[in-house]
């Protein structure tokens, strides 16, 4: 049976809960209204509800509580926030939702909008995307700026945030379905060879928080853990969801973007060996 | 995010590592970092009791429980060391609340036999487990208990850290008693002492 009492937020956010609730009232909103040819599929809809929801549940349930005073279980929530989540809803391509949006917005919400996309032009250009994918990572585990993270509600909130709005521009840069061909999209290249870049500082971050000797997160002590287990325990298991998982990440992305580059380069060749009169 | 501005502030003022170019601490500076002290609990006289009976002192929050083996006991004697070698008119304006997170247990009766053993300044407190869980969640700690022996002896897992609230109830700093000798709490005490001389 689920414990209903694990559902409501140990930290009620009302931003959170806010954004959350319109996210997914404006894409069911706009999902029946979408003409059938660019309307997302089932598995696509259902993509994007579980990303949306693995964020909300790591961000408004008692998975919060347990990630305020385990480390481990904090480096998993972000590894959901920054990571899994995103990398979901990205994948789902919710690219026909935000245009029917866009389509509704004034020419007075335009121009308020103008400052926008210009920073989201500066923060997706294909070396600031990265630094600041894995800036971010090294910024919060800093130990001084870990330890204020975790006693101060206002700063945690903007960790968790930061992290959740990062991950979702990274990984709409990587899986942006738009075809680099066509239109200003990144080159399939550049995205594998960001993902391959990505990785490799954070294997390194995580390698070294499992190998180090001493405690290098000592807020969990302080603030006393969910439940007893070893101080070193908590990094070992913390510092192999900073290791692994966020690496083999990298790699799911590097073959899915691989299988679409390998279509991409079909297509051409199809359409050459017809005009030359051959069947494939 | 009550004050996303106050927040990014902080953050900026975290990034630039310029935070306050103030007085040297012994111990955690948290400053806007936490809330301002507030509370209702119960006390050892079973009456209710709230931050703004003590206003105007130095306040150290402690949470632990009167079975405590070993940390609860060294910390607070560390504590009435670190008071008792501070000088004599300073002395008085220093209260130590000691909030009991395990009120099934620790009786207003057997909470004010334990307090008294640490001196005169020393508040016992508890309340329900709704109040405990605010309060540990305002200051960002927790608790939790073991599984009881045959005895129905358990262990209970509480912050190792004393909160530091100056005479306005301001959050101001976190000292950690067992990785700092007495000799530095009372260094920093007496500085927050100095900075806001009792009106």
Redesign the interface.
């Known amino acids: 049976m689920i414990d209903l009492d694990f559902l409501a937020p140990y930290d009620v956010s009302p931003v959170t809960l806010m954004a959350f609730a319109l996210t997914l009232l404006g894409y069911g909103y706009a999902l029946p209204r979408l003409s059938p040819d660019e309307r997302p599929g089932r598995l696509r809809v259902f993509t994007f509800v579980i990303g949306v929801m693995l964020c909300y549940v790591v961000m408004q349930t008692r998975f919060d509580y347990y990630a305020q005073y385990m480390f481990f279980i904090h480096r998993g929530q972000h590894l959901i926030l920054h990571h899994i989540g995103p990398f979901l809803i990205a994948l789902s391509n919710p690219l026909p939702i935000l245009r029917f949006w866009h389509a509704r917005v004034s020419p007075a919400g335009r121009r308020w909008l103008r400052p926008f996309a210009v920073a989201y032009r500066i923060v997706q250009h294909p070396v600031v995307a990265p630094v600041l994918f894995v800036g971010l990572i090294y910024f919060w585990l800093w130990p001084p700026v870990h330890f204020d993270a975790m006693l101060s509600r206002q700063l945690y909130w903007t960790m968790n945030w930061s992290m959740l709005i990062d991950g979702l521009l990274f990984w709409w840069l990587m899986f942006d379905p738009r075809s680099p061909a066509t239109t200003a999209a990144l080159g399939h290249g550049k995205r594998i060879l960001i993902l391959a870049v990505v990785a490799i500082p954070q294997m390194i971050l995580g390698a070294s928080i499992v190998f180090s000797r001493g405690m290098v997160y000592d807020v969990y002590e302080v603030c006393g853990r969910a439940w007893p287990m070893a101080p070193e325990t908590d990094q070992l298991l913390g510092g192999l969801l900073t290791w692994i998982p966020p690496a083999m990440m990298s790699i799911l992305g590097i073959l899915l973007l691989l299988r679409r580059a390998m279509h991409a380069d079909e297509q051409p060749a199809i359409r050459s060996a017809i005009a030359e009169g051959n069947t494939p | 995010?009550?004050?996303?501005l106050?927040?990014?502030l902080?953050?900026v003022l975290?990034l630039a590592g310029c935070s306050d170019p103030g007085p040297d601490w012994h111990g955690?500076d948290?400053r806007?970092?936490?809330?301002d002290l507030a509370f209702t609990l119960t006390d050892a006289r079973g009456q209710s009791v709230t931050a703004d009976q003590t206003a105007g002192k130095i306040r150290l929050l402690y949470?632990g429980y009167t079975s405590c083996p070993d940390v609860c006991p060294t910390t607070l004697a560390d504590l009435r060391q670190a008071v008792r070698a501070l000088p004599e008119t300073t002395r008085d304006d220093i209260v130590t609340l000691f909030v009991s997170v395990d009120p099934e247990r620790d009786s207003p009766e057997r909470l004010a036999s334990y307090v008294r053993f640490f001196g005169d300044n020393v508040i016992g407190m508890t309340g329900s487990l709704t109040e405990l869980r605010d309060l540990t969640?305002r200051y960002?700690?927790?608790?939790?208990y073991?599984e009881p022996d045959e005895h129905g002896n358990y262990?209970v897992?509480?912050?190792?850290?004393v909160y530091v609230f100056d005479r306005s109830g301001e959050a101001r700093l976190?000292l950690?008693p067992n990785s700092m000798p007495p000799g530095q709490i009372r260094d920093d005490l007496e500085q927050l002492a100095r900075e806001q001389p009792p009106s």
């Open positions: 995010m009550s004050h996303p106050r927040a990014l902080v953050l975290a955690k948290i806007n970092l936490m809330p949470f969640r960002r700690t927790t608790f939790g073991d262990d897992s509480h912050s190792s850290a976190l950690r």
